[in-house]
């Protein structure tokens, strides 16, 4: 049996644009790799491509070899002969793989007369991999010799960018295969889940699916309008772009097509015109010029203008009902894992939360009486609610509001500001930097309700650790250089005094600051991070001081803080080149603490802050004054300093509790006193 270590060559199959993309991750992660199509002109393209892709990144600091290095890893081969036929080339790739993975159009009898050839030239125990969307699995494994060796592997577009693989099983799908494609996805830097059932659509295109749909049919019927779904999805629920949006960004003829595939194969979906109607107009959205919305040119995106007015004007339990029914069924058939579904729609489809979070929140008795008013309303059948929701609702497992849904909850108290909110779980307390549509983006009025926060925070005895997070798809992008056109140097100067004292409050708030790090966290993103006590980033986390390129430096403590984590040198490439750094160099260099798997970073950095919470709050604060205070002083300073603040936490109620609850063999309960 292969392990991920005997894994040496891959051969992808198919250089369009998933194709190409694969090869280049499969470079990357350090495999010889076979890239073939069916001519050199289209091979040509996809190494211009690919290296295209490679420089970006290295202009980065997310390659860390050079261009040429993995470049070099690429062999070219053509798959097919003049006569139509599969090449002896492709036979020889096949035959040197311990992995082939497939990205050709996505048409069956091509697919398996592909598999049936590789099948007949790789080694017994080679993996043949299936980047299909749509594509039954099982189906495509019928023409392999061995079906137990094909695995679905589905990237998302584009793969070098996009963290989500599914891993799908067919029927004959085996464990091992399973295992080691998940081993290999993670190589490759990727988060897979597991689709235990070759079901149409997998998870992300048949939630997706249930979603377009959905505003698709309220749109047809008249309870909604384009642009109140679309602000509604993007401002209330805080997804990516709108539904409609999205549709003609990713092309109509893409989802109409997709849907079609999935629907013949048992796939039930509402009726609703709109989609079609623009497929057979031609108008498939940027890619043509027009689709819902209008756009400048063709191949030009220009992102509509939502109207915060509008959001809210669709209620949003009804377009998530049935997506949320979609999921419970996926979870109850035991198709996939409530992690792995919440992990698919936040990875693969960039949303804030995952279904099973949404759900808590709106409440699982409000989705389920939508569920029935759609279903008397309209006659769906795809409305009737699942029967896991169902017993929820009958056991008083409604989420959030009842502490318990598809997740546990304690009680929170929670207070909405312009651009952040204040989550208090006590002993813990949240803030979000709320401005998604703008990656967080810090402006003045950010500041200031962080400075007031931060000041009421540490003024509430219950509050023991405070946690600073972003929504959305970032922690923070930076300062929100709109917010300052017709700007003095003067002005500019005040704001960057204000924002330093927010992150020396933060640095020396009498209470530890944890920085959950997710997505983009740039330049006074960046130092807001550097600010807390202690950094946690997921995988896909992205930090960076690149105010170089747009011509000035970092001005809320970034050139102070980066330099005592990394020293002068490294900070000063850092800060001169303006490179992003992935969470994973991050740690090496010591900017983060710890990187935890994407899609685990609240309830990481919920653990930490409880464990944090257990300890005397005044050693807390006398250890991080102890540690920054003295980091600046003299040795000989520091050691009196720490000597001083020593002392003084014996005469502490504390440490009498530490000192009887070790001697009693019993947990302390400490009260800062």
Known sequence: MVKLEDIKTVTVVGAGTMGHGIAELAAMAGYKVYMADINMDILRSALERIRWSLGKLSERGFLRESVES????????????????????????VSESQVVVEAVPEKLDLKQSLFAFASQHAAED????????????????RAARRPERVVGMHFFNPPVLMPLVEVIRGEATSDETVKLTLELARKMGKTPIVVNKDVPGFIVNRLLGRLMNMACFLVDKGAATIEEVDSTVFYTLGLPMGVFELADYSGIDVFYLVTKAMTDRGFQVVPCTLFEE??????????????????????KFVKPSHKRELAGKVDPAMLLAVPLNEAAYLLRTGIASK???????????????????????????????????????????IAEPDPLLRSMVAEGKLGRKSGEGFYKYVAVEETVKETIIVRKEKPIAWIVLNRPERLNAINPKMIEELDNTLEDLEADPEVRVVIIKGSGRAFSAGADVTAFTGATPIDIARFSRKFQQLTLKMQYLAKPVIAAIHGY????????????????????????????????????????????????????????????????EAYKMGIVNRVVKTGTLDEEARSLAMKLAE????????????????????LASGLTLESSLFSLLFTTEDVIEGVSAFLEKRRPKFKGR
């Not at 623009?278 to 191949?299: C, D, M, T």
């Not at 804030?352 to 709106?362: C, R, S, T, V």
């Not at 600010?531 to 690149?546: K, M, N, T, V, Y």
């Not at 920054?628 to 002083?633: I, K, L």
């Open 521 to 584: 966290a740039l330049g006074g993103g960046s130092e807001i991070a550097l600010s807390a006590d202690i950094r946690i980033a997921s995988e896909d986390a992205i930090i960076g001081q690149p105010e170089i390129n747009l011509g000035f430096i970092p001005g809320a403590g970034g050139t102070q803080r980066l330099v005592r984590l990394v020293g002068p040198a490294k900070a000063k490439e850092i800060i001169m080149t303006g490179d992003f750094i992935p969470a994973s």
């Open 615 to 634: 300890k005397p709050p005044l050693a807390l604060m006398m250890a991080k004054y102890a540690i920054d205070m003295g980091y600046e002083a003299s």
């Open 126 to 141: 080679s993996i043949l991999a299936t980047n299909t969307s749509s594509l039954p699995i099982t189906e495509i494994a």
């Open 278 to 299: 623009k497929f057979k107009a031609g108008k498939y959205g940027v890619k043509s010029g027009e689709g819902f919305y209008k756009y400048p040119e063709a191949g």
């Open 70 to 93: 993995v470049m070099s890893r690429i062999t070219p081969i053509v798959s097919v002969t003049a006569e139509g036929a599969f090449s002896e080339d492709l036979a020889r790739a």
């Open 339 to 381: 992690e792995d579904i919440d992990i698919a729609v936040k990875l693969g489809l960039g949303w804030p939360k995952g279904i099973f979070e949404f759900a808590d929140e709106l409440g699982l008795d409000k989705l389920v009486s939508t569920l029935e008013k759609l279903k008397a309303e309209y006659g769906l059948a």
